[in-house]
Structures are given as structure tokens and as C-alpha cells.
């Protein structure tokens, strides 16, 4: 008995050795500085810096099946890629579930190498709660991009702690095998100053206008010019968070439809209309085109009910670079044959 202790004493020690090597390796080996201070236009929730996301312990770790990833081209922010997710698994201490299908990654490089991300998901729970998160990210290149993650979780649930907290993510897209894996830390306790430590300050190449987190808003003396297209959009049914820490959300997922008039062409599947419900009630959609002739275009298309502005993003080297420039104005969503309606038209003021 004395013999077996004594064994199990050395194989234990030998672990735990074996543990903390590992441990400093992988520190060791987690990409960039201290700090990354993002640019001012792309603050990405953490303006003063972030950190490296595996400073702090991981929450979950998510397996993305990608449906399509899309070169879109030189837009007028830069080069830009879309994936769309068609689904996977997530799975940590505390939350086990699904990433719907439909997620967007948003990925911008600018000239100088400095890459930006946009990411929207909805997760599902294994108890059925959907949660809804939306990220921003930065990184002085692509082998250190960094992402800021702001969950909306059902503040009746148990995963309601997701509403708090710092989280900082790292991803990593494989395009050979149309593959996503995200990795989520917690760093609520590990947020250097940006005063300590190696620092990096992202900085953009002059002339370039910023990409937006918002929607544009109209102007009080904007009115519907020119009609130019018409969309019937077909939905899969409702998400819905419910109550969270800035109001009910509801997510429509998108998965399809038809263009007409200027542009005509197809809805893609993927993105949703991820409404909040709070008064007013808003819409914030994004999703993807694609022309007759094969041209990637995002939109954006949020606001109020009743002034709903829509902004488009396509390669500025295409026949469609017009959209890039002008100022557009949307009908609401309306019922007809076959989906969902919506006309958008030119600003006149």
C-alpha cells in the first residue's frame, strides 16, 4: 500500500510538472503584445486596449461549419471577406450549445496589413435559451487579431452572467476546409493598463474612410427620391432572446429571396434582422446580395420604424460601385407572395 502511494505521489508530481509546462508553453506561445489599443474609428468596445485573449480562462470554444466565405474585393474600406456560417457546436464549463446558421464574419484588411472583423451569432443553449453576440476586432496583421465580445443573454436564464464581464476572443478560419474555431476567454481580471507592458496601436493609412459600427440615421429633411430596388425576403422563424441588458431582442434569421428593378439578382442565406424591441422598436439587418452577374453586395439596413436607412458595401471596381457613394432610403417590411418586402430609393432633400 506504502509502494502504490509512493507511486502515485511521483505520477502526480509528474503531471502537475508536465501542467505547468504546458501552461507557460502555451503563454509563451499566444501571439502578439500585452496591449492591442485599438484605432479610434474601430474601438471595438475596449478603447484604452485588449488583451491577450489567453491571459484570461476560457469560457467556451465554438466549431463553425462555413457555408460560403466570399471575396468581395477592394470596397471603399478596404479589402473585405465574408463568411456565412451554416451552424456548429459550442462547448465550455459553463454553457454547452449550438451556433445557429447564418452567422456573419466580417473581415476588412486595410493597406498596411491591419485587419479588422465584425462577427454576429446567435447561440442556442442545451436548455433552448438563445443568446445573442455580436463582436468587434482588431489586430496589427492577421496572425494577432483580437476580438471584443458583447453577449445578450436572457437575463432570466442561467447563462445570464454573460451580460457582464469582459470576454476577448480569438478566431481561426481555415477557407481550405470552409472551417471556423472561436475560443472565448474571460479577462475581467487580467486587463493591463495600456501604460504597462509591450503596447501596439493600431493606426490606418490616411484617406480611408473608417468602416461603421452603426447604421446611418436620416436626416429630418431626408424623402424618398427614385425608386431603385425592390427585395422579397424569405425568413426562417423568430429567435428570440427576450429581456436583456438592453431590452428584448429578436432575431429573424434571413434565408433568401429575390431583387428587382436597378439591380436584379438574389438574397443570400445568411445574417438576420436582429431587432430590438425596446420603444422604439428597431430593425438592424444584415445580409448579402448577389447580383445577376455574380457581384457580393452587404447591406445594412436599420432604424425605426417608419425611417429606415439602408447602406451597401461592394467592390468599388464593379458596376455597382454607385452604391457605395449614395444616400438611400427604405420602405418598411411589408407582407407579400412568397416573403417579405422591402423597396429601397434614393435620398431627395
Not at 107 to 115: C, D, F, H, I, Q
Request: hydrophobic share 40%.
Amino acid at each position: 500500500m506504502t509502494q502504490t502511494r509512493a507511486i502515485a505521489g511521483i505520477v502526480g508530481a509528474l503531471l502537475s510538472v508536465i501542467s505547468m509546462v504546458a501552461g507557460v508553453a502555451g503563454q509563451g506561445n499566444a501571439p502578439g503584445a500585452d496591449v492591442i489599443v485599438p484605432h479610434e474609428s474601430w474601438s471595438c468596445g475596449l478603447p484604452d486596449g485588449i488583451p491577450r485573449p489567453e491571459a484570461g480562462t476560457l469560457v467556451f470554444e465554438a466549431e463553425v461549419k462555413l457555408d460560403r466565405i466570399a471575396d468581395i474585393g477592394r470596397t471603399q474600406y478596404g479589402r473585405r471577406q465574408v463568411a456565412v456560417a451554416q451552424g456548429g457546436r459550442l462547448a465550455g464549463t459553463r454553457i454547452n450549445g449550438s451556433v445557429m446558421t447564418g452567422a456573419l464574419d466580417f473581415e476588412l484588411t486595410l493597406a498596411n496589413g491591419v485587419v479588422e472583423v465584425e462577427q454576429i451569432y446567435v447561440l442556442r443553449t442545451s436548455d433552448g435559451r438563445y443568446v445573442y453576440l455580436r463582436a468587434a476586432g482588431t489586430g496589427p496583421d492577421a496572425k494577432d487579431v483580437r476580438l471584443v465580445m458583447d453577449f445578450e443573454a436572457p437575463t432570466a436564464s442561467d447563462v445570464a452572467w454573460l451580460n457582464t464581464g469582459t470576454y476577448v476572443g480569438r478566431r481561426v478560419l481555415n477557407a481550405a476546409a470552409r472551417t471556423m474555431t472561436l475560443r472565448v476567454y474571460d479577462v475581467s481580471g487580467a486587463k493591463p493598463s495600456a501604460g504597462s507592458g509591450r503596447v501596439v496601436r493600431i493606426a490606418k493609412p490616411a484617406g480611408v474612410p473608417p468602416q461603421p459600427w452603426d447604421y446611418r440615421k436620416a436626416a429630418p429633411t431626408e424623402k424618398r427620391g427614385t425608386q431603385l430596388i425592390t427585395e422579397t425576403v424569405t425568413l426562417s422563424p423568430s429567435q428570440s432572446v427576450g429581456p436583456s441588458k438592453r431590452g428584448p431582442r429578436n432575431i429573424i434569421p434571413i434565408t433568401g429571396g429575390e431583387l428587382a428593378g436597378r439591380i436584379t439578382g438574389k438574397v443570400l442565406p445568411g445574417g438576420a434582422d436582429y431587432q430590438n424591441l425596446s420603444p422604439p422598436a428597431t430593425i438592424d439587418a444584415r445580409y448579402l446580395w448577389q447580383t445577376a452577374d455574380g457581384e457580393i453586395i452587404i447591406v445594412r439596413n436599420g432604424g425605426a420604424f417608419g425611417s429606415l436607412v439602408p447602406t451597401f458595401e461592394v467592390r468599388v471596381d464593379s458596376p455597382y460601385a454607385w452604391l457605395n457613394t449614395g444616400t438611400y432610403l427604405s420602405s418598411n417590411p411589408e407582407m407579400r407572395q412568397g416573403g417579405v418586402g422591402l423597396t429601397f430609393f434614393d435620398s431627395a432633400r
